[in-house]
């Protein structure tokens, strides 16, 4: 321990100096941190501060709740969606047209046979014949393309027609 007295009285010059030195350039080494982190704390208050002069936790929860009624909103539009689908499944989609002359004694193609189908062949089929003196019209259900009253070809005819469209 004495000899480590005697060394730091006979070195006690460069050993101030050494000191002095290594506070000088802690404290510069202080300064340079100071300054940097006053330059990193404007840039965290610039963006903590947002847009418009909302800080970064009102912006986010912002955007948030923006999300939040975007989801909400696209859940009724898929409901919607679907509700359409479903409808659009079982509305009439094809027709199928056939006009024709019912009777000899007359012209102009006045009967006509129409299919109305849906997308799987279910509908109906409406037959108008027209004669000189009367009008009949008949109305038979479609199911899957085929129907269980006898069909005329005509009718036939007019649901093959909605069938390939």
């Known amino acids: 321990m004495e000899q480590a007295l005697i060394v730091i009285k006979s070195n006690n010059e460069i050993l101030t100096l050494i000191s002095l030195f290594a506070a000088a ?3 510069l080494l202080l300064f340079i941190n100071l300054f940097r982190t006053g330059r990193l ?4 208050k610039v963006m903590m501060r947002g847009a418009q002069g909302q800080d970064l936790e009102q912006v986010l ?11 909400a ?14 409808m659009a499944k079982n509305s009439i989609q094809n027709v199928g ?15 006509f046979a129409v299919a109305l189908l849906n997308h799987r062949g279910d509908g109906l089929v409406i037959s108008s014949l027209f004669g000189r003196n009367e009008t009949r019209t008949y109305a038979k259900p479609v ?9 005329s070809g005509e009718e036939e005819q007019a649901i093959k027609k ?3 469209k």
Not at 41 to 44: D, F, I, L, Q
Not at 143 to 151: E, H, Q
């Open 143 to 151: 199911t899957n393309g085929v129907s269980d009253y006898p069909l």
């Open 73 to 86: 909103k696209t859940e009724e539009v898929r409901q919607a969606y679907t509700e359409i689908m479903t």
């Open 41 to 44: 704390m404007k840039r965290y």
């Open 25 to 27: 350039l802690s404290l």
């Open 97 to 111: 047209v056939v006009r024709y002359n019912a009777f000899d004694d007359t012209g102009s193609d006045l009967s």
């Open 162 to 164: 909605a069938l390939n």
């Open 61 to 71: 929860n912002t955007y948030m709740s923006k999300v939040d009624a975007s989801l």
